[in-house]
């Protein structure tokens, strides 16, 4: 099981947006898409999670065709956390933003209430429960589309540039849930341009530029292989000092680089 695009296109009406793309992304697997503003991470996202169908080619979630599906049978499988959380908000409170999803996809009350309420206590929003969801600061509001989707847990999470706007505990949590997600077996798809946050994960990472993937590998590859500024992305710090130490496999936590220095200082 797991979701495969086949020689994608996608035009919103001048160009394409999507251009031939083919990949696999499988169960349990951390993958990002990186690439500069309008490279086409978020149309791919889209793509991926039936919101928009390809104009040419083919996506399957678990084998079902996105263009054939019914919009509710993916999004039970494929939950998306959109870069601007505003598109997602529309309900009274927070907590009914939370439970709407769950109630339309026929849970029971209390068990939608049950679940709704893990998911905002995940994020840190219990105490926002009752307020007005368009009243919650950017960051508040991002985590509240987080809390949506991690509620209804679907197998395959997209995070649609989840970094931006967010301070240092909410990137700390963040990373956990990620990590979580993945140790229970769910899939996580990254867009983003923060390869600072990324690097640590080491995710199956695809270079997007104009609408095609240009290049796809580990970020340890990626390390060996690429040129960063070449694709205008920022070489993440670890990868600097890495180069700098001259090492052969890039470390990919300040722990591995204080036992690399070690390792040098003791040639
Ligand atoms: N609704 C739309 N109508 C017309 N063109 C669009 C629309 N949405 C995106 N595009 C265009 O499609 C291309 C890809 O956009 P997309 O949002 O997928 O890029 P992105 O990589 O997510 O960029 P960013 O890093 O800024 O979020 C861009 O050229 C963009 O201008
Ligand atoms: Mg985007």
Redesign the pocket.
Known sequence: MMIKLDDVYYT????Y??EGISLEIKEGELVA?V????????????LIAGIVKPTKGSVFVDGLDTKKSKTSEIIRKVGIVF?NPDYQLFESTVLDEVLFALKNMGYEKDEALEMATKALERFGLTAFAQRPPLSLSGGEKKRLAFSIVYAWNPKYIIF??PTVGQDKKNLENLSAVIKELIKNGKSVII?S?DMEFLWPFDPLTFV?EK?KIVWNGSMRELFKQLDFSKFNLTEPQLSVISKKLRLKNPVLTVEEAVEAIKGVNAL
């Open positions: 919103y009406g001048t160009g947006a999507v898409f690439g500069h503003n309008g490279s086409g991470k978020t149309t791919i996202a889209k870069q649609d540039e867009t341009h997007v609408g």
